[in-house]
């Protein structure tokens, strides 16, 4: 139960707070979405949320942590969504962004998204990737080799 609580603060403070009150604040006075539009934007939303949604049950029940740097997984996840992409909980985050800049019809936070996932890039390639190579090392060298950083090395259908 410490390990849900744990999660759901970290979720509502840190990848909330990127995902959802400053897309928030920044489309407050734009124009909304109608029709298939808004229909259109909510389903990114959904999809991003559940991606990230899947990651951290992923994190909780199989690598015994949380996204938190100071409480990460004890070990390394490989399996859901992780088995395709090492970075599913990043490409979520940006996912909900990319809903909420067509639920608000926003440019800016177009921009916005585009600046989070530069800065995602910056976080895993200078401290996430040396730090699991150091924590759990052939392994995640063997992990590493297997799945690609952003995008799949295989067919999704294929086991990658």
Same mark, same amino acid.
């Given at each position: 139960?410490?390990?849900?609580?744990?999660?759901?603060?970290?979720?509502?403070?840190?990848?909330?707070?990127?995902?959802?009150? #400053?897309?928030?604040?920044? *489309?407050?006075?734009?124009?909304?979405? !109608? +029709?298939?539009? %808004?229909?259109? $934007?909510?389903?990114?939303?959904?999809?991003?949320?559940?991606?990230?949604?899947?990651?951290?049950?992923?994190?909780?029940?199989?690598?015994?942590?949380?996204?938190?740097?100071?409480?990460?997984?004890?070990?390394?996840?490989?399996?859901?969504?992780?088995?395709?992409?090492?970075?599913?909980?990043?490409?979520?985050? #940006?996912?909900?962004?990319? *809903?909420?800049?067509?639920?608000?019809? !926003? +440019?800016?936070? %177009?921009?916005? $998204?585009?600046?989070?996932?530069?800065?995602?890039?910056?976080?895993?390639?200078?401290?996430?990737?040396?730090?699991?190579?150091?924590?759990?090392?052939?392994?995640?060298?063997?992990?590493?080799?297997?799945?690609?950083?952003?995008?799949?090395?295989?067919?999704?259908?294929?086991?990658?």
């Amino acid at each position: 139960m410490a390990l849900l609580i744990k999660n759901l603060l970290f979720t509502f403070v840190v990848p909330g707070t990127v995902a959802v009150y #400053v897309p928030l604040f920044i *489309g407050r006075g734009h124009p909304r979405a !109608s +029709g298939l539009a %808004l229909a259109g $934007a909510l389903v990114i939303l959904a999809l991003g949320s559940s991606i990230y949604a899947w990651c951290v049950w992923d994190f909780a029940v199989f690598g015994r942590g949380t996204p938190a740097p100071i409480d990460a997984p004890k070990r390394l996840v490989m399996r859901g969504l992780y088995r395709y992409t090492r970075n599913p909980m990043y490409l979520g985050v #940006v996912t909900v962004i990319l *809903g909420w800049a067509a639920f608000f019809e !926003s +440019g800016v936070l %177009l921009l916005y $998204a585009v600046a989070v996932f530069a800065g995602f890039q910056l976080t895993v390639v200078l401290y996430e990737e040396p730090h699991l190579l150091r924590e759990f090392g052939r392994e995640y060298e063997n992990y590493r080799d297997r799945v690609g950083r952003w995008l799949p090395r295989e067919r999704l259908g294929r086991g990658a």
